[in-house]
C-alpha cells in the first residue's frame, strides 16, 4: 500500500477564496482524521470519521470549515472563505478498528496570503 | 479527561549522550500508548508503541519506551543520540478499540556535536 495519500503538498491562495484539501486513506483503514499542526497550537484534531461517518468535529474552528468523506477511499477538507490564520499544515491520518497506530499523511502546507 | 502532557518543549543533547523524554496520559480505559517522530517538513512517523505485555518496548532507530502504569508514564529513550535524531517527538495514547488518538504537545529535540 502508498500509505495515506494527501494533494496537494502545498497551496497558496488568496484570503476570501476556497480551498480543498484531499485525503486517500490506507485501503481497509475504518477510521480517518484531519488534524492541523501550528507553531501555536501544536497538532490539533479537527474531525475524524469511522466508517466515512463523521464521528467528532469538536475540533472544527469554525462554520468555514467542513470535511466530508464519501467514500472509504477519499476525504475532503474544505475551507470557504480562507483567512491568512488558516496557514497551516493539515494532516490527514488513517487508522484500522483493531485499535493499531494511526498512519499519517505528508501534509498539506496550507499558506493563505 | 483523557490527556497527554509532554512536560518539555525543547531539549538540547550533546551527540553520543544519552536521551530521555517525558510522557504522562490520562486515560480511563486500557491506554495504547505511541511515540511519533516528525522530521521537518515530513509527516509523522511511528518510532514504537505499547499496547501489552512487555512494559518495556523496542522500537526503530535504536529508541526504546517503558510504560509505568502506577506512574501514568510513557518515556521514551535513547542510550546514544545522533545528530539524525533531531526532530519533533510525539506521545499520543488511544483507544484498544479504535478511535482517535490524542497527541501530546511535543518536544523539540537539538543535538549539537
Known amino acids: 500500500d502508498a500509505g495515506v495519500i494527501q494533494s496537494p503538498r502545498h497551496e497558496v491562495t488568496e484570503m476570501g477564496q476556497e480551498v480543498t484539501l484531499r485525503c486517500k486513506p490506507i485501503s481497509g483503514h475504518d477510521y480517518l482524521f484531519w488534524y492541523r499542526q501550528t507553531m501555536m497550537r501544536g497538532l490539533e484534531l479537527l474531525i475524524y470519521?469511522?466508517?466515512?461517518?463523521?464521528?467528532?468535529d469538536s475540533g472544527m474552528p469554525e462554520d468555514r470549515f467542513s470535511a466530508k468523506m464519501p467514500n472509504a477511499s477519499f476525504s475532503t477538507l474544505k475551507i470557504q472563505p480562507s483567512e491568512p490564520r488558516d496557514s497551516a499544515v493539515y494532516f490527514c491520518?488513517?487508522?484500522?478498528?483493531?485499535?493499531?497506530?494511526?498512519?499519517f499523511g505528508q501534509g498539506t502546507r496550507l499558506t493563505v496570503v | 479527561a483523557q490527556s497527554v502532557t509532554q512536560p518539555d518543549i525543547h531539549i538540547t543533547v550533546s551527540e553520543g549522550a544519552s536521551l530521555e523524554l517525558r510522557c504522562n496520559y490520562s486515560?480511563?480505559?486500557?491506554?495504547?500508548l505511541f511515540w511519533y517522530v516528525q522530521s521537518p517538513g515530513q509527516g509523522l512517523q511511528l518510532l514504537l508503541k505499547?499496547?501489552?505485555?512487555?512494559?518495556l518496548v523496542q522500537g526503530i532507530k535504536g529508541f526504546e519506551a517503558e510504560f509505568k502504569r502506577s506512574q501514568s508514564s510513557f518515556n521514551l529513550r535513547k542510550p546514544s543520540v545522533h545528530w539524525s535524531d533531531a526532530a519533533e517527538y510525539f506521545c499520543?495514547?488511544?483507544?484498544?478499540?479504535?478511535?482517535?488518538?490524542?497527541f501530546g504537545q511535543g518536544t523539540e529535540l537539538s543535538v549539537k556535536p
Open positions: 499520543a495514547v488511544g483507544s484498544n478499540q479504535g478511535g482517535k488518538l490524542i
Open positions: 491520518a488513517s487508522r484500522d478498528r483493531g485499535g493499531t497506530e494511526a498512519f
Open positions: 470519521f469511522n466508517n466515512n461517518v463523521p464521528i467528532d
Open positions: 486515560y480511563g480505559a486500557t491506554p495504547y
Open positions: 505499547y499496547f501489552s505485555g512487555d512494559t
